[in-house]
């Protein structure tokens, strides 16, 4: 059985004592043992102080990036020691936004996620296609070249530590979600994917969550699919009662 997670990736943004407020809001709502397992990506600047905030409690941290090398001369870069060096037991890499305006590659994607794996930490890999990508009928095409690049050289006892967010650009931020017959549709072909790289018992046991314009209405009709395994959440999770209301959704 795999188990539903649910991230809230705050972006670029929450203060320190922002962020504290919410985890103290998060903190007196939830039970110990929530269904779904509950990862937080606040920004970097807020990471140590949630870390230390949530300790004893079932919820996790989660970074929002990573570059793959351990240390050095990288200015401005966070390495994967230091991640795991807070408790980080998750970060996203290759969002779109990092994608997009931050050139990221799908080469990159793979150095970052393999880097994590090295240092215990679970990478959610993003993966989606833009709305130009979905009227040329490219979706499956491109979500599988990205799902084939990000797992490149990962082997296959790493394989189910990574989680997978299907999410297509068209529908961050927009408040046009896809629909959860379409998102199960894309989740069901990556997990095809997975299954011709690796095997269909291990493609079975990966995670695989959709993003985009989810919020407390239209959860219901993601957790309701099959092949989708919880959402990663931006716009909607910055408040801790709609996080949550997604979390148990
Ligand atoms: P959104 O963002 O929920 O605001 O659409 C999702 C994401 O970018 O991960």
């Given at each position: 059985?795999?188990r539903?997670?649910?991230?809230?990736?705050?972006?670029?943004?929450?203060?320190v004592?922002?962020?504290?407020?919410?985890?103290?809001?998060l903190?007196?709502s939830i039970r110990?043992?929530e269904?779904a397992?509950?990862?937080i990506?606040?920004p970097?600047?807020?990471?140590y102080?949630?870390?230390?905030?949530i300790?004893?409690?079932?919820l996790?941290l989660?970074?929002q990036?990573?570059?793959?090398?351990?240390?050095?001369?990288?200015?401005?870069?966070?390495?994967?020691?230091?991640?795991?060096?807070?408790n980080?037991?998750?970060a996203?890499?290759?969002?779109?936004?990092?994608r997009g305006y931050?050139?990221e590659?799908?080469?990159?994607?793979?150095?970052k996620l393999?880097a994590?794996?090295?240092?215990g930490?679970?990478?959610i890999?993003?993966?989606?296609?833009?709305?130009?990508?979905?009227?040329a009928?490219?979706t499956e095409?491109?979500?599988?070249?990205?799902?084939?690049?990000?797992?490149?050289?990962?082997?296959q006892n790493?394989?189910?530590?990574v989680?997978?967010?299907?999410e297509?650009i068209?529908?961050?931020?927009?408040g046009?979600?896809?629909?959860?017959e379409?998102?199960?549709r894309?989740?069901?072909l990556?997990?095809?994917?997975l299954?011709?790289?690796?095997?269909?018992?291990i493609?079975?046991?990966v995670?695989?969550?959709?993003?985009?314009s989810?919020t407390?209405?239209n959860?219901?009709?993601?957790?309701r699919?099959?092949?989708?395994?919880?959402?990663l959440?931006?716009?909607?999770?910055?408040?801790a009662s709609?996080f949550?209301?997604?979390?148990r959704g």
């Amino acid at each position: 059985m795999r188990r539903k997670i649910v991230a809230a990736n705050w972006k670029m943004n929450k203060t320190v004592s922002e962020a504290l407020e919410f985890v103290d809001e998060l903190k007196s709502s939830i039970r110990e043992t929530e269904e779904a397992e509950l990862v937080i990506c606040p920004p970097f600047t807020a990471l140590y102080p949630v870390s230390r905030a949530i300790e004893g409690t079932c919820l996790k941290l989660g970074a929002q990036d990573v570059y793959y090398q351990e240390k050095g001369a990288f200015t401005g870069e966070i390495s994967p020691l230091m991640l795991e060096d807070l408790n980080c037991a998750y970060a996203i890499v290759g969002h779109s936004e990092r994608r997009g305006y931050f050139k990221e590659t799908d080469i990159e994607v793979n150095k970052k996620l393999r880097a994590l794996l090295d240092h215990g930490i679970r990478p959610i890999v993003c993966v989606g296609e833009t709305l130009e990508q979905r009227e040329a009928g490219q979706t499956e095409e491109l979500v599988t070249r990205q799902v084939e690049i990000a797992f490149d050289g990962v082997g296959q006892n790493d394989v189910t530590s990574v989680v997978i967010a299907y999410e297509p650009i068209w529908a961050i931020g927009t408040g046009r979600s896809a629909t959860g017959e379409d998102a199960n549709r894309v989740i069901g072909l990556i997990r095809r994917t997975l299954g011709k790289i690796y095997s269909d018992e291990i493609a079975k046991n990966v995670r695989i969550q959709y993003g985009g314009s989810v919020t407390p209405d239209n959860i219901a009709e993601f957790s309701r699919q099959p092949e989708i395994d919880g959402a990663l959440v931006g716009g909607a999770s910055l408040k801790a009662s709609s996080f949550l209301a997604i979390a148990r959704g």
